[in-house]
């Protein structure tokens, strides 16, 4: 079993950017796709974005799509998600999660991800 363990959050103003980190251990993480969703306060989680084992093959929600950036460093066991120009609807508790398909492909379902991490905290004020 994995453990993922997410960092980086905390207060932004609107217009400021964030990187979050999201490190794996427990398991092989470099075979696996990767995701990143968030959930506000009275809403569903939701997708944000996703990356292949390699790291060469992304995907946005339309809602963070020029603004985010997810990547991964499979020597250090890390996916980050880098966010830019941040909105207050970007608000929410951010999760990483793994996809436990070896070699996978993107997928925004959250029903397709095993693994959770605790997730990490994005506030953005006005």
């Known amino acids: 079993q994995v453990q993922l363990v997410e960092s980086g959050g905390g207060l932004v103003q609107a217009g400021g950017s964030l990187r979050l980190s999201c490190a794996a251990s427990?398991?092989?993480?470099?075979?696996?796709?990767m995701g990143w969703f968030r959930q506000a306060p009275g809403k569903e989680r939701e997708f944000v974005a996703a990356?292949?084992?390699?790291?060469?093959?992304?995907s946005y929600a339309n809602s963070v799509k020029g603004r985010f950036t997810i990547s991964r460093d499979n020597a250090k066991d890390t996916v980050y998600l880098q966010m830019n120009s941040l909105k207050p609807e970007d608000a929410a508790l951010y999760y990483c999660?793994?996809?436990?398909?070896?070699?996978?492909?993107?997928?925004?379902?959250?029903?397709?991800?095993?693994?959770w991490g605790q997730g990490t905290q994005v506030t953005v004020s006005s």
């Open positions: 999660a793994l996809r436990s398909v070896r070699g996978g492909s993107l997928r925004s379902e959250i029903r397709e991800y095993d693994s």
């Open positions: 427990g398991r092989t993480f470099s075979d696996y796709p």
């Open positions: 990356i292949d084992w390699v790291g060469s093959s992304t």
